[in-house]
């Protein structure tokens, strides 16, 4: 029941401004829906309450809350219905909003991939992955981390939804070449070193979670990269054709 009242939830979130702007492609609900679904699946139902006892179900958490939901609500570009479909005064506010310095901080790739990479690597590394099953407050902040730092880095790095702070195509590639082997050693780190409260069983199955379905979810965001990079170079080709007279 509690994962169908998230889901619906967080489905009129988009769906409200969506009836509003009738022109904004219905497609891209699609992706909303996906990406409400992992929130809902993550934090309520079974998979929930298991990944409090075992490690193999917390890193199925973290894959569905960091990284799926995440990319899927970026390929919704919820920011540009948003700024669409509110009245202008209130869009141009939003956008005023985006050009802040401090946003403008949290938003380069850079700072991106140490809120989203660093924050894994200092769950798993301290006592933070402890104090989270013991301190319910802790729990929900450090699943809150999880998922605005995975949307962030995603949003930084794809650029597919408005942001007017873009970097280039060269930083972003490199940014998240880097974040991969950053999260990848992660990963290699946890199998050869178990937490204190799992098992070496435990560790390395929720290890190889971490770096093979996370690889799945990374391989998609190259593909989507280097896509934006080709279509940047046929816009560039087409622009030089000279058309004959």
């Not at 950053?182 to 770096?211: C, D, F, R, V």
Request: charged fraction near 10%; aromatic fraction near 12%.
């Amino acid at each position: 029941m509690w994962t169908i009242s998230v889901f619906l939830l967080i489905s009129a979130l988009y769906i409200i401004p969506l009836l509003v702007n009738k022109k904004w492609p219905k497609t891209l609900l699609v992706y909303w829906l996906i990406g409400a679904a992992c929130i809902a699946f993550s934090i309520t139902g079974s998979l929930a309450r298991d990944a409090h006892h075992h490690f193999t179900a917390h890193m199925m958490v973290h894959l569905l809350l960091g990284m799926i939901a995440p990319l899927f609500f970026v390929l919704a570009k919820p920011v540009a219905l948003l700024i669409r479909t509110l009245p202008t005064p209130a869009a141009r506010r939003l956008m005023r909003f985006f050009k802040m310095p401090y946003i403008r901080l949290i938003g380069h790739p850079i700072t991106a991939a140490l809120l989203n990479i660093g924050g894994l690597w200092l769950l798993y590394t301290t006592d933070l992955y402890g104090m989270m099953h013991t301190s319910a407050f802790v729990h929900y902040v450090i699943h809150l981390h999880i998922f605005l730092a995975g949307y962030v880095f995603t949003h930084v790095i794809l650029a597919i939804d408005f942001y007017p702070h873009r970097a280039s195509w060269v930083m972003r590639a490199i940014v998240l070449i880097v974040a991969i082997a950053g999260h990848n050693i992660l990963a290699k780190w946890i199998y050869a070193n178990p937490l204190q409260m799992i098992s070496q069983q435990q560790a390395e199955t929720g290890a190889m979670w971490m770096y093979y379905g996370g690889g799945i979810i990374e391989l998609a965001i190259i593909i989507l990269l280097c896509y934006e990079q080709y279509q940047s170079a046929q816009k560039r080709i087409k622009g030089n054709v000279e058309v004959p007279v």
